[in-house]
């Protein structure tokens, strides 16, 4: 059986091999979780969905393959190795692959070499002191892809290693780190590559090659930006009454409630409302959905992730704010599954928190439109002809106009200001 590259979602094309959790000759049962891959968002675990024996190991961790490439073979502990070489060998793709499994009959012999984890520092040897190397399984440990790998070369548990990441989520800073601590040391960087160093014979500058993550999304970002004819419309929603909803909710019995997981529910109430911007459209069919599936913008050390709170339409507040923490905590420490970012129906991108008024947000396809939402501030306006304060809330929406009119855009925010401003029919 061939163990392939899966497709998990419609917008994966490659995934990079992190990790074996299976070594050749280990037996291997249904379920078993058998390597570790990084695709476009995220690490997931690819499981095996046969029994037998890993027999070949054909991709190389941090290698980068397309979506159905051959990583491995599982059979039956006495298929001859030749039997094994020459299937590996003769190896094809059916076209169009689109496995959602682990383990595929299909797959494509057109492996694309991986670009190679960072080359190590020039000019010294980087020395490990032992009790770094101590441990137990440091799978569980969470790390980003690049610490990982300088991990696993170098022979370091990560269990022995503290995270200043989101989550306690291990960076390569922290690896170096606790290698000095430890009483080790790094190899030296070559001159030319540091940042500002005043060498004659290099810039004065640093190259750092985009990660994989951020490399799909500058891809994805352009081929949105390009193919989706964007429009935006603008309103300021006056928040007077949302704001004060929040604070009674929270003051009811200690929930934490944000303003974000109230605008999450209000748009589900407006997308319910208006369903022709409930929908995803592919280039030729344009499905509308029956359930308000919000997918929530969250800043990653590496890019940009979005999880999905589905169903936002028939859940409470409170759900939704719970449901939310548990999606972003996750999302910053690599633990998200695909099924929980792939998808939605609408996206939900907040600045608002880093004091910014106003962005344009580039739509999330397949989706058909994205809200920006600012920062909300205390202005002055007219009210019955007199000047008044009230909390104003900046509100951009994005539209693809292939299938999103500005009419139709203008009744959605309509229904979404009404929402916010008269917040009573919302459930807590």
Known sequence: MALTVPRWGMAMEEGTLVSWLKQEGQPVGEGDDVAELESSKIINVLQSHTRGT???????????????ALLGVISAPDVPDA???????????????????GVGAAASTASAPAASAAAPATGGTTVIPDRLKQGGDDAAAPASPHARRFAREHGINLNNVKGS???GRIQIEDVERAIVDAGGSLAPVAPARVLG????????????????????????????????PHFRLVVDAK????VELRERINAQDGANVSMNDLLLKCCATALMEIPACNVQFDGEVVKRFRNADIAVAVALEDGLITPIVRGANLKTVRDIAVETR?????????????????????????????????????????????LAAGRIDQRVIAENGKPAIARLWTLTLSCDHRVIDGAVGARFLKALVGAIEDPAGIAA
């Open 197 to 228: 160093a005043a060498v004659a014979t290099g810039p004065e500058f640093e190259e750092t090659p985009l990660a994989g993550m951020r490399q799909t999304i500058a891809k994805r970002l352009k081929e949105a930006k390009l193919d989706a």
């Open 326 to 370: 548990e999606l972003v905590a996750r999302a910053k420490s690599g633990a998200l599954k695909a099924t929980e970012y792939e998808g939605g129906t609408f996206t939900v991108s907040n600045l608002g928190m880093f004091g910014i008024r106003q962005f344009d947000a580039i739509i999330n396809r397949p989706q058909a439109a994205i």
């Open 83 to 101: 039997e094994i070489d020459t299937f590996v060998a003769s190896f094809k793709a059916a076209p169009n692959v689109a496995t959602t499994h």
């Open 54 to 68: 890993l027999r070949r190991k054909v991709a190389t961790e941090g290698e980068t393959l397309p979506v159905g």
């Open 239 to 242: 928040a007077d009454r949302l």
């Open 165 to 167: 990441g989101r989550g």
